[in-house]
């Protein structure tokens, strides 16, 4: 928890001037997400996010994604690889996948979304307002 209080002041502080942004391995739980949200939506020069390896878990990813979704998110390229996703989340990235008319690269490898998960991506990645252009 400390090391998470020390990343959000961090991220606060300096997301700015570190772009792109690579928190690996850093002992973030879901609890950072909500921070990640606004982040999102206020720092228009935030155009890489590497989260992976990560605990942020479905409920996490709800709160990140959210802030994706937003018009004012810039972002376009985000990595989660191995930070506990399940398919619960998998109707949220296909959302972000229709809406985001950013985001170009998305790694997901080493979650277990399942074929249930897959198949509602699919539907995003189906979508003519999608604009990505690699999936991991």
Known sequence: IILQNVVII????????FCPCSLCECD??????????SILITNRSL??????NNSLQDFGIKLLLAGIRDPGCTLQELSLQSCNLSPLCCDDLSSVLITNGSLTK???SGN???DSG???LCEGLR???CT???LR
């Open 10 to 17: 961090f991220l606060h502080t300096f997301i700015g001037l």
């Open 28 to 37: 973030l739980s879901h609890l950072c997400c909500d921070y990640f949200h």
């Open 47 to 52: 155009i890489k996010l590497d989260l992976s």
């Open 106 to 108: 998305l790694n997901l």
């Open 112 to 114: 277990k979304l399942q």
């Open 118 to 120: 897959i198949k509602l």
């Open 127 to 129: 979508h003519p307002g």
């Open 132 to 134: 990505l252009q690699e």
